[in-house]
């Protein structure tokens, strides 16, 4: 497997996010049973033939899991509390019981079901698998450390953050485990009054850890940046608030107004680059090299390629 | 000015997410496929507003010490969150952001809130269109947290953090079993949200289907066991918080 | 390369007043020249790494305190900058490498360093093909960091402080947590990279007599505000943290002091002293017996079908390799939460039909990471805990703690106390009910020599005939210094068990360095030999 080009080893995995994200919104468009049956068995079929040997290649299990249930959870719901009150063709009849909450309308649980309903049930849990099973894909197939290694330089400090804590999580379980045991020889407490006694020993560790940790970063020139003359500082920070300005005018005007689709996309565009042009903003004050780049290849371009392309053959229409 | 500014995009992006959360309350047009398109748009728009609010916090004035006490206390909390996860209604992400940010100040705990659940996701294997979602909501708690007043007496300091606790508690909570509603209810039962109804029987319903789903048991059991473990542990937490504040020289402003 | 120039620092109170009646640093002056290697040494608080710190910027922007004089490094007066300003001349490594990781990646980690100082690709190349070969770690780029043993990640730790082309290089005991071997290893590089390379190196480390005789030079730090930099010979006017070598070159009016094993030996064969032999506490009433006891994890036996009688009054070394089986024998011993088969018995019956209360009554231990029963936020709070939790007159614990480490403000915070202090904290609120068994696991991890003379005295103030002292130990120092009787473990067997005059001589495997030095049979320790 180490030779296929498309193996998770040697790809980018900002690839595989690309594609889920296509994958998923592709697949929030659509009401065709058919083609969101056809992204969650291509997601699944796409980690079994380019996972790795990583630990979090195993976690499409749960996903496939979720999915099932999900799907399960929906056609129940719908048979349960189902809004029709006497379809003229049912396919399933069942006793119907009538309840009340106290508050509300009172409930009619169970009666009769029609095809038409039933099925749309199937197809929007269909709908919530296939999100789930490409987001699944890429959770699978993206090494979540080497991903870190590539966010954007405004998110720099963020992402050491997380990155350190995914190296000590694993030490963390390890300390809480040797405290645990510990705290035995001095009578132990039961529950949740044990937590103390058990949190605060690793805790006060681990601050002491954190502050070693930051001695390290800063003598080895962590904090170093250019100046950033005021103007600069102010106008990142003012195409900030217009990003998300635009953005919430956007979401706004999407529910609000769905016939207005032209300004609605003009306006979430915008937002969308004045965001990028912010972010830019934010990280130019770092002088930091990256020595060890991430590497786009060309099964990188094709995937992306592919999963872009049907996102467009989606929104005009043609394959939903 | 700028720290002006800056505010006004947080709270512009605090209620833009708010709406993201809870759109089936506003929707007017009754087409499904202009909903799916509100519901597939916001999957996506939900992670760029959370990445400016976290650039909004953290870019330019994070130093070493603050950006390694706030690793240690995502792993710190990621894995006490694992630890809590598969017992029902046991919440126990909660009470160390409410705690880390009551000392550390709101942009601390905002990032603290949705790095934790990020953390958390990465290492089980948690992560779907819902995480953008999670961590913007606990992040939120983290930035309320911030907020609360810091009192002298310690009984009032623990009544203050308590009741945020429960409040916060249960309104995650509603905010996260809002957003699965159109997912999970969809269209076309007694339960489902109706396109153009007036807000109050759309939340009518909402109110029946958490009851119904057990949302309301998970929202009390999280509430429950914040309270809880602020009460055990923060006397000694917030000391050991507070005298990790004086060594890193943090402290919310 | 390195001046210090009236350089003066004291700490600061929250208040803005100096927190120590004189400055930690007062008044220093202090030139260092290319390629030097210096051992930087001086008793627990002296002031070693604040030194340290304040050559690499840490001290005071990141410790606080205030600073006066100046600090020049490679010509340019960098006083009270940022750390970030020196990091492209200064490297610093820390004590713990595992700590101080940002990255998983060996790569990564090594890079660090130059990718925040903005050094360009090219350079960084070079410095990383040049820095990796001499450190001898090339094949290890790829690796995470966490598959590496403690010299392979002490040695990334080097690589990675000097990967920007740094020319001064600050290390705070980074053979600490080594073994002979690792450490060896460490040191070679360093003095490699003095030799050949022209860095300049300043190594503090409480660990001395490993270092010493790879040095060329030692800086004293007095604990006054004062340094002296020497040849290390005229060095040691000051015993107080000497390694056994020098403290008995002190001792025996050697002029000049010699610092390797086999000098000292030639000197000691020339003109040997007489010496009082050893004479171990009798053993009192029998207080613990083991019968067939064997612990098994997973596929390991790590404890074999022990059997072991422990007397009262007595201190008894459980010794032996890291996984010999001594940690395991402590807790099969305690008994809790471990799955042990065979018999552990004492005069009220077989343990494992106690009562999981009175069995904490009887048997007492101290783990190898004491502070981790620390959870409260004074000494008082702990104090009080302990003497309700063992139902003991208040006041108890507190007593004992006062006999153990003398009298100490009781509104301290636990963390803030010495390791030693702490050690002796949780000694007591686990003897305040006077158990008949005490085991101590590893218990002079990371405590300096003075700490651990402390440590041996208070051990000593607790023997009582109906208390029998257990230690599991590697460090055969502090085990010559204390013990009575030594049991040797190797696999889970025991392998020998012997007074300790005998398990430490110079023919056994144990010899201490002043049975290596003597070479005389039944001489141990220093104070058998009269001045």
């Known amino acids: 497997m180490k030779n296929n080009p498309f193996n998770a080893q040697n790809t980018n995995p900002a690839t595989w996010w690309l594609v889920g994200i296509c994958l998923a919104v592709l697949a929030s468009l659509t009401t065709s049973a058919l083609l969101l049956l056809f992204i969650a068995v291509g997601s699944m079929l796409i980690v079994l033939l380019c996972r790795d040997q990583s630990s979090w290649s195993k976690s499409i299990k749960f996903y496939l899991l979720l999915a099932i249930a999900v799907v399960l959870i929906r056609v129940i719901f719908r048979i349960i509390f189902n809004l029709e009150t006497a379809p003229s063709n049912p396919i399933l009849v069942l006793p119907s019981l009538e309840i009340s909450l106290g508050f509300g309308s009172s409930l009619r649980l169970f009666g009769a079901i029609s095809a038409t309903s039933l099925m749309a049930a199937i197809t929007d849990g269909l709908r919530l698998a296939a999100i789930i099973l490409s987001m699944g894909m890429a959770n699978s197939l993206a090494n979540p450390r080497k991903l870190l290694r590539q966010t954007p330089g405004a998110l720099y400090e963020i992402a050491t953050a997380i990155s350190i804590a995914i190296n000590l999580a694993p030490q963390l379980i390890s300390s809480l485990n040797r405290v645990r045991r510990a705290r035995k020889l001095r009578g132990e407490s039961k529950g949740l009054r044990a937590l103390p006694g058990l949190v605060i020993p690793v805790l006060e560790d681990t601050i002491d850890q954190s502050m070693a940790l930051a001695a390290s970063m800063a003598a080895r020139g962590f904090g170093r940046r250019s100046e950033a003359s005021s103007l600069r500082i102010g106008a990142t920070r003012f195409t900030g608030l217009t990003a998300t300005t635009l953005l919430a005018l956007g979401a706004t005007l999407l529910l609000i107004s769905p016939q207005n689709q032209a300004l609605d996309l003009i306006l979430l565009l915008s937002g969308l680059s004045a965001s990028v042009i912010y972010i830019r903003l934010s990280a130019l004050g770092a002088s930091r090299t990256r020595f060890v780049k991430a590497k786009w290849r060309y099964p990188d371009f094709l995937l992306i390629g592919v999963s872009v392309s049907l996102l467009i053959l989606g929104f005009s229409g043609v394959i939903l | ?253 | 390369m390195l001046s210090l120039r009236d350089l003066t620092f004291s700490f600061l109170k929250p208040d803005g007043t100096p927190a120590t009646e004189s400055p930690t640093l007062n008044r220093v002056n202090l030139d260092i020249d290319q390629g030097k290697f210096i051992l930087v040494c001086g008793p627990t608080g002296s002031g070693k790494s604040t030194l340290l710190k304040v050559i690499n910027g840490l001290a005071p922007s990141f410790t606080g305190g205030a600073i006066s004089g100046e600090v020049i490094i490679d010509g340019k007066n960098l006083t009270g900058r940022a750390p970030h300003e020196f990091a492209s001349l200064v490297g610093f490594v820390n004590q713990q490498p595992e700590g101080s990781f940002v990255a998983d990646r060996v790569l990564d980690e090594i890079v660090y360093g130059a990718e925040q100082l903005g050094v360009d690709e090219a350079t960084i190349s070079k410095n990383l093909a040049e820095i990796t070969a001499i450190l001898d770690i090339e094949d290890l780029l790829q690796r995470n960091l966490d598959s590496l043993s403690g010299g392979q990640q002490q040695r990334v730790a080097i690589a990675a402080a000097l990967i920007a082309g740094q020319k001064i290089l600050l290390l705070d005991e980074p053979t600490s947590a080594l073994d002979q071997q690792g450490a060896g290893k460490v040191l070679a590089v360093l003095k490699k990279l003095t030799q050949e390379h022209g860095v300049t190196v300043l190594l503090a480390e409480h660990r001395i007599s490993r270092v010493i005789s790879a040095v060329d030079e030692l800086l004293v730090v007095n604990g006054d505000g004062s340094v002296s930099l020497g040849p290390v010979e005229d060095q040691f006017k000051d015993a107080r943290f000497a390694p056994p070598i020098i403290e008995l070159g002190l001792k025996l009016g050697w002029q000049p002091l010699e610092v390797t094993a086999e000098n000292a030996n030639k000197r000691w064969q020339e003109k040997p002293k007489t010496f009082t032999p050893i004479n171990p506490n009798p053993a009192a009433e029998k207080l613990l017996t083991l019968d067939q006891l064997s612990v098994k994890f997973a596929d390991l036996l790590a404890l074999d079908e022990t059997n072991l009688e422990f007397f009262g009054n007595q201190i008894t070394a459980v010794m032996g390799d890291n996984g010999s089986g001594k940690t395991t024998l402590c807790w099969a011993i305690q008994g809790l939460g471990q799955k042990t088969t065979g018999r552990v018995s004492m005069q009220e019956g077989e343990t494992a039909d106690l009562a999981k209360a009175s069995r904490l009554d009887l048997i007492a231990m101290v783990p190898q990471r004491a502070a981790d029963l620390l959870f409260l936020n004074s000494l008082a709070e702990e104090f009080s805990e302990s003497d309700s939790f063992s139902q003991q007159p208040q006041g108890t614990t507190a007593n004992l703690f006062q006999k153990l480490a003398g009298r100490i403000d009781s509104s301290m915070h636990p963390r803030d106390l010495s390791a030693g202090q702490q050690l002796a904290l949780v000694l007591s609120i686990q003897l305040a009910k006077s158990a008949k068994v005490l085991l101590l696991d590893e218990p002079t991890r990371g405590l300096d020599y003075a700490a651990k003379r402390a440590l041996a005295k208070q051990l000593k103030q607790l023997i009582e005939p109906n208390r029998s002292i257990i230690l599991a130990s590697h460090d055969v120092e502090f085990v010559a210094l204390v013990a009575d009787r030594v049991i040797l473990l190797k696999n889970g067997k025991v392998v020998s068990d012997q007074i300790v005059g005998k398990a430490l001589n110079y023919s056994s495997p144990l010899a201490s360095q002043l049975a290596q030095i003597s070479q005389t049979e039944g001489l141990i320790r220093l104070d058998q030999v009269s001045a």
Do not use: H
Not at chain 2, 129 to 141: A, D, E, N, R, S
Not at chain 2, 156 to 172: D, G, H, R
Not at chain 2, 225 to 241: G, M, N, P, R
């Open chain 2, 1 to 253: 000015m700028k720290l002006l500014i800056s505010r006004l995009s947080i709270a512009v992006a605090g209620l833009a997410s708010v709406l993201m959360f809870t759109w089936p309350l506003f929707i007017t047009s009754k087409i499904a496929s202009e909903a799916a398109l509100a519901q597939a748009v916001f999957i996506v728009l939900m992670p760029l507003v959370l990445i400016l609010v976290l650039v909004e916090f953290s870019s330019g004035d994070i130093g070493a010490k603050q950006l390694a006490l706030l690793g240690v206390l995502i792993a710190l909390n990621a894995v006490i969150r694992m630890l809590g996860a598969g017992t029902a209604g046991i919440e126990t992400a909660f009470f160390l952001v409410i705690l880390g940010a009551f000392v550390f100040g709101s942009g601390f705990g905002f990032i603290l809130g949705a790095s934790s659940i990020f953390v958390s996701a990465l290492l089980t294997g948690g992560i779907g269109p819902w995480l953008p979602f999670q961590m913007m909501g606990v992040g939120l708690v983290g930035l309320g947290a911030g907020l609360i007043p810091k009192f002298t007496r310690s009984w009032q300091q623990k009544t203050s953090l308590v009741v945020y606790a429960v409040i916060s508690s249960f309104v995650y909570g509603s905010l996260m079993t809002m957003w699965n509603w159109p997912f999970l209810a969809g269209t076309g039962t007694q339960l489902s949200y109706v396109a153009g109804d007036p807000i109050i029987s759309n939340l009518t319903r909402f109110f029946q289907y958490e009851l119904i789903t057990g949302g309301f048991f998970w929202d009390f059991g999280r509430a429950l066991t914040t309270s809880v473990l602020i009460l055990l542990t923060s006397q000694s937490l917030l000391a050991t918080l507070n005298r990790a504040a004086s060594k890193a020289g943090v402290r919310r402003g």
